[in-house]
Nanobody, 121 residues
Framework: VQPVESGGGLVQAGGSLRLSCAAS????????IGWLRQAPGKEREFVAG????????YYGDSVKGRFTISRDNVKITVYLQMNSLKPEDTAVYYC???????????????WGQGTQVTVAS
């Protein structure tokens, strides 16, 4: 399982972006998927996670009510819809996969290369 992120970019504060995480292999649909981010000079932070079916979702406190994680197991893709973006959301966003849903930042088995999100004030 090798996650690949896309959809990052530059957006104005208050705007929206949707990140996508795709992976090869039919087993991807059986993995829990998480989005994590790391801003310059800061520790990596858990953003959102979903179990294999999408029935369970979890969010970091800083993004609750603004970000939504969802998955399409037919398309083998997980999305992170980010609304009401703030400059402090600026970071490299990583997609990670694990057989079990993790709520931390270091227990995920597979990581993507990351995609940059920059929110201008």
């Amino acid at each position: 399982v090798q996650p690949v992120e896309s959809g990052g970019g530059l957006v104005q504060a208050g705007g929206s972006l949707r990140l996508s995480c795709a992976a090869s292999g039919h087993t991807f649909s059986r993995y829990s998927i998480g989005w994590l981010r790391q801003a310059p000079g800061k520790e990596r932070e858990f953003v959102a996670g979903t179990n294999w079916s999408g029935a369970r979702t979890y969010y970091g406190d800083s993004v609750k009510g603004r970000f939504t994680i969802s998955r399409d197991n037919v398309k083998i893709t997980v999305y992170l819809q980010m609304n009401s973006l703030k400059p402090e959301d600026t970071a490299v966003y990583y997609c990670a996969a694990d057989p079990n849903l993790q709520l931390g930042v270091s227990d995920w088995d597979y990581w993507g290369q990351g995609t940059q999100v920059t929110v201008a004030s």
